[in-house]
T-cell receptor, first 112, second 113 residues
């Protein structure tokens, strides 16, 4: 059974700090991994997609890394802003077109 | 370009009733995925449709069913509603099988009393 775990479950940081969110998965034979953001009561917004052959992806202040051998991914957020406050979800796919297996998320609060 | 749309946004039903949720994918997208996000639980995969066919199904009872229409829109049907069916139901679409990025709609909040 594929399991995806995210630590910590909640995180509160002052504005301007750099931070790291963690995601681990039990089956390392992944096809790709995606990080999403979810605002309260809303749908998901895709942040970064990492293919299994890649080690990292960057978009603006966000950087996601992937280490398949250890079953881990991290999402690095630089210079955090209050607008970054949301729940961040990690999702793993194990085949072409397959559904994502989601972690339970990290709830981030950035304090002004 | 319009994103994934879902209707209704909110729904209240009682135990034993039936409900139909609707999803319109991004124009040109042929794959539609349904997920359930119950309170305190992570997102759980429900169903995947592509080109009108059910391609994969998550670990949910048969009272959860759906279909995809020729215009690629989709319906999710839940029969004999139970209290634990209360959740946010999210629909996602992707361009085609093999297109990895899934684009999510805003969801339908279902409350079962």
């Amino acid at each position: 059974k594929q399991e995806v775990t995210q630590i910590p479950a909640a995180l509160s940081v002052p504005e301007g700090e750099n931070l790291v969110l963690n995601c681990s998965f039990t089956d390392s034979a992944i096809y790709n991994l995606q990080w999403f953001r979810q605002d309260p009561g809303k749908g998901l917004t895709s942040l970064l997609l990492i293919q299994s052959s890649q080690r990292e992806q960057t978009s603006g202040r966000l950087n996601a890394s992937l280490d398949k051998s250890s079953g881990r991914s991290t999402l690095y957020i630089a210079a955090s802003q209050p607008g970054d406050s949301a729940t961040y979800l990690c999702a793993v796919a194990y085949g072409v077109g397959n559904q994502f297996y989601f972690g339970t998320g990290t709830s981030l609060t950035v304090i002004p | 370009e319009a994103g994934v749309t879902q209707s209704p946004t909110h729904l209240i039903k009682t135990r034993g009733q039936q409900v139909t949720l609707r999803c319109s994918p991004i124009s040109g997208h042929t794959s539609v995925y349904w997920y359930q996000q119950a309170l305190g639980l992570g997102l759980q995969f429900l169903l995947w449709y592509d080109e009108g066919e059910e391609r994969n199904r998550g670990n949910f009872p048969p009272r959860f069913s759906g279909r995809q229409f020729p215009n690629y829109s989709s319906e999710l049907n839940v029969n004999a509603l139970e209290l634990e069916d209360s959740a946010l139901y999210l629909c996602a679409s992707s361009l085609e099988v093999g297109e990895d990025t899934q684009y999510f709609g805003p969801g339908t909040r279902l409350t079962v009393l």
